[in-house]
């Protein structure tokens, strides 16, 4: 297994390349870097002809809290470095491979809408899922907004990110966000099987119905991660963002101003 600058973790197995966030001190917590690298490493399995499937995990029990907030709002936020974020989404939705989301543990935030950008999601029976940015004074990104309206009724998908209440892995295989749930112990062998199942396809025909099903949904779809970035960056500039964020990182309930 192979690491790039940030900590992504790239291992390569007979067709199918493992790409592992390993943050654990953060639940998997995806800085800048980290959505650099996801972009780079998308890019490098185009171009080899050897990558089959990729699977999309995180390490230590959980698939990702989701950006860091630790950081500063100017270095994660403005709308320049949010079209890092918007590269990395696309990079995935438009990799000629199918993508498996392996998901255990806490799937929040940006983290919930990666597991989403994958083309099959398969969670054990730990995770969690949460489109929490309202919570923190944001709106989705990472193409969240699309992928619930896509996916769900326009109600659902507003309960869903108006709320940010979490759902367990059954509720959102219910909601058709999931495909399946499994057991925790069998989360790494049902990938690896559909892995096997996917490699054993024409991989020019698996990338066609790929780009087939996603181009019939695709109308508005660069769009809306347009008007993600603008939002989010404007999220950045209210009191009630900044209140929201320093709140969660002083372990303290919030106070809302309205600005």
């Not at 403005?78 to 990799?95: F, T, Y």
Request: aromatic residues 8%; hydrophobic residues 40%; proline residues 3%.
């Amino acid at each position: 297994m192979t690491s790039t600058e940030s900590n992504l973790w790239i291992e390569r197995e007979d067709g199918t390349v493992t790409v592992k966030f390993d943050r654990a001190e953060t639940r998997n917590g995806i800085r800048p870097q980290e959505w650099v690298d996801l972009k780079r490493i998308m890019d490098e399995i185009n171009r080899n002809n050897s990558d089959r499937v990729v699977v999309l995990t995180g390490a230590g029990g959980h698939f990702s809290s989701g950006a860091e907030l630790g950081a500063t709002a100017d270095d994660l936020f403005p709308l320049a470095p949010m079209q890092i974020v918007n590269d990395a989404c696309s990079a995935i939705r438009q990799l000629h491979k199918p993508v498996i989301a392996a998901v255990s543990g806490y799937a929040v935030g940006a983290g919930f809408n990666l597991a989403l950008s994958c083309d099959l999601v398969v969670a054990d029976s730990t995770a969690k899922f949460s489109q929490i940015f309202v919570q923190r004074g944001m709106s989705p990104d990472f193409g969240g907004s699309w992928y619930l309206s896509q996916a769900l009724s326009l109600q659902q998908a507003k309960e869903i990110a108006f709320f940010g209440d979490t759902l367990t892995a059954v509720q959102a295989r219910d909601m058709g966000l999931v495909n399946r749930v499994v057991t925790p112990g069998d989360l790494e062998s049902f990938c690896t099987d559909w892995a096997k199942r996917l490699k054993a396809l024409p991989p020019l025909a698996l990338a066609r119905t790929k780009r087939l099903i996603n181009n019939a949904l695709d109308d508005g779809f660069h769009t809306t991660l347009d008007r993600e970035a603008v939002y989010q960056e404007h999220n950045f500039t209210t009191l009630d963002t900044n209140e929201s964020i320093s709140a969660f990182l002083e372990k303290r309930s919030p106070h809302y101003v309205g600005r």
